[in-house]
């Protein structure tokens, strides 16, 4: 998947100095995840549904 034109959102958490936060990118269908610091390196790509289900535990 071609992520060049993904519109990246910092987490609300990043600092000034960037932390170790991550950017996601919504996609048609998909969340693309990656860290703010490499923004080169790395992404992962899950369904809407499967990241739906990661935030509903985590704010378990």
């Known amino acids: 998947m071609d992520l060049t034109n993904a519109a990246w959102r910092k987490s ?12 996601l ?3 048609p269908g998909t969340v693309a995840v990656r860290d703010s610091k490499d923004p080169d390196g ?3 790509l899950v ?10 535990e985590l704010k378990r």
């Not at 609300?12 to 950017?23: F, I, K, L, R």
């Not at 369904?47 to 509903?56: D, E, G, K, Q």
């Open 25 to 27: 990118a919504s996609l």
């Open 47 to 56: 369904t809407r549904h499967a990241f739906a289900a990661l935030i509903s």
């Open 12 to 23: 609300s958490y990043t600092t000034a100095n960037g932390g170790e936060c991550v950017e």
């Open 42 to 44: 790395p992404k992962l």
